[in-house]
């Protein structure tokens, strides 16, 4: 069996992620290709797909949305993805054992939820129009006042199919983004069907190659071997003995590829989508990284490594990103570093007079 290096193993991923060389792909095509993208705040799929596609413009995406193209909607994990409308509707269905078991979290906030009941009266609350969380809340709170209202909304947000809806803001959704039922929006109902193994092949397509394990982390389906065993697959070894998986015909691009400096946004799903995440991120980095309070910061890779942190902001009219650096720079790195982060400050800040690219010494 063929064993693959670390180094091999990274490139492969970042081959399918896009991030060792930019695609000329439209938002809807990079974000099939990408089995989707995180988001959690608007922003984030912005920037995720400004770093991974040749001449994105956020009009680009905002204009996608508005078509319905794509949706931001609770999916992966029970977190809040962008996604094309076709792998919702393809999918929706697969992952909802995922969104029912995610109730296990309201613990005693549960007592006298009846999802049922909650579900209908949900659906018929969403029939008349487009509601936030609040809304939705404050109306299931006078049908159901014995119940806690957080296990009410979050007995709506995981069992009921729902997307936000797009504004005319600048990342494309408000804070407080209004839900609307997806059978309204997008014209059709998720599919009832249960097809697992087609989303093993999506996930090995856009993470691969990896582990059955590295598949129930990304999409929070369990006993995952028996599907990947009986799939068509390539078998691997890694450096430790473990086996991978991966279709056949996916890009293994080889460990002497060069990988060029790249920005990703917070909650990039290269750094959630496998449950060993050494193929990107070191493991003496990931506190920096994973905060306690379950958030994702924004990093940079360098010869295909997390390397440091980033942010950025406007002041006076001057737009500065500010680089924590993880390891140690090279001096190689550190131009592509100014190169890259000001074509990201012109991105995200394109009204600024002036663009700076600073290093936090710590």
């Known amino acids: 069996m063929t064993v693959l290096s670390a180094r091999a193993v990274n490139r492969a991923t970042l081959a399918r992620q896009l991030l060792l060389e930019r695609a000329d792909q439209t938002p809807a095509q990079a974000v099939a290709r990408l089995a989707g993208l995180q988001g959690q705040e608007p922003k984030h799929p912005y920037v995720g797909l400004w770093t991974r596609l040749t001449g994105f413009q956020a009009s680009d995406l905002t204009q996608a949305v508005h078509e319905r193209e794509l ?3 609770t999916f ?3 977190t809040l993805h962008l996604v094309t409308k076709a792998d919702y509707l393809r999918f929706r269905g697969t992952l909802a054992p995922v969104l029912e078991s995610g109730l296990k979290l309201l613990g005693d906030r549960a007592a006298g939820l009846d999802q049922q009941k909650v579900v209908a009266a949900a659906r018929k ?15 299931l709170i006078e049908q159901f006042p014995e119940v806690n209202d957080r296990a009410l909304g979050f007995t709506t947000r995981m069992l009921v199919p729902l997307v936000m809806v797009p504004t005319d803001t600048r990342w494309g959704y408000s804070a407080n983004a ?3 039922p997806a059978e309204s929006w997008l014209g059709q109902a998720p599919t009832p069907d249960v097809v697992p193994k087609d989303l093993v092949e999506r996930y090995l397509r856009a993470f691969g190659p990896a582990t059955p394990a590295d598949f129930q982390t990304w999409s929070g389906l369990t006993k995952a ?3 990947f065993d009986a799939s068509e697959l390539e078998r691997f070894k890694d450096e430790s003995g473990k086996i991978l998986y991966d279709l056949p015909d996916a890009p293994r691009p080889g460990a002497d590829v060069e990988a060029p400096v790249r ?3 917070e909650f990039d799903n290269l750094l959630l989508a496998h449950a060993k995440r050494e193929r990107v991120i070191a493991d003496e980095f990931r506190p920096a990284v994973f905060t306690k309070n379950l958030r994702i910061k924004s990093t940079y890779l360098v010869d295909g490594q997390v390397s440091g942190l980033w942010t950025a902001e406007k002041k006076r009219g ?7 650096p993880l390891g140690k720079p090279g001096k190689r790195s550190k131009s592509e570093l100014e190169r890259e982060g000001t074509a990201l400050l012109e991105f995200l800040e394109p009204e600024a007079r002036s663009f700076e690219v600073v290093t936090d010494q710590g």
């Open 178 to 180: 209004r839900f609307t």
């Open 225 to 227: 071997k028996a599907l």
């Open 263 to 265: 920005f990703l946004p």
């Open 76 to 78: 992966f994990r029970g």
């Open 318 to 324: 001057v737009a500065t990103l500010t680089l924590t």
């Open 71 to 73: 949706v931001r909607a």
């Open 125 to 139: 609350i969403l029939a008349d129009e487009p509601l936030t969380f609040t809304q939705i809340r404050d109306a």
